[in-house]
């Protein structure tokens, strides 16, 4: 059991009791500066209260766990929420997404990143709207997905522009 898989077995079903999902499980750097980020979630959102809270929930479970050896040694616990931009890791990340954004990283046969409305997703992959062409990603050729936080709708043009349009 690889340690994501761990953690995951470990705390999906305590924060589930709290109403939470867990969207993602991460270990970032190495040695002593290694971190687990465990990103969580909520209907609404999850605020900084509920953030700390949840830390202090799991940590003595990791801890367990590194006990055991499960964990490979030292690391820092990171709990946050996913932010604006949500990494889509499962079948049902790529559903809630549907009609956004994102952008998608494959890697088969050579690395690409296709950035597109994501018009449906199902059991077996992903359908995107790409510049206007349709591309079909299986989820098995994405190394890495999330969606895309854009600003507000595009501002209206300045007077001066609008006059210089109008004589052209």
Do not use: C
């Not at 349709?134 to 895309?148: E, F, I």
């Amino acid at each position: 059991m690889s340690q994501t898989d761990a953690v995951t077995s470990a705390i999906e079903p305590v924060l589930a009791a709290r109403g939470l999902e867990l969207v993602d499980v991460e270990f970032k750097g190495s040695g002593r500066g290694r971190t687990l980020r465990v990103v969580v979630d909520r209907e609404g959102g999850v605020d900084l209260d509920g953030l700390t809270s949840t830390s202090e929930v799991i940590s003595p479970l990791l801890d367990g766990l590194d006990r055991g050896g499960a964990l490979g040694g030292p690391y820092t616990l990171e709990v946050t929420s996913p932010g604006l931009e949500r990494p889509l890791r499962r079948p049902d990340h790529f559903r809630r997404a549907v009609g956004e954004t994102i952008v998608v990283k494959t890697a088969d046969p050579e690395p690409q990143r296709h950035r597109g409305l994501l018009a449906a997703a199902d059991d077996d992959g992903i359908d995107l709207v790409v510049d206007g062409a349709p591309v079909h990603l299986a989820y098995d050729a994405v190394n890495d997905a999330r969606t895309v936080f854009e600003w507000g709708p595009k501002p209206k043009p300045t007077r001066g522009a609008r006059q210089k349009a109008s004589h052209t």
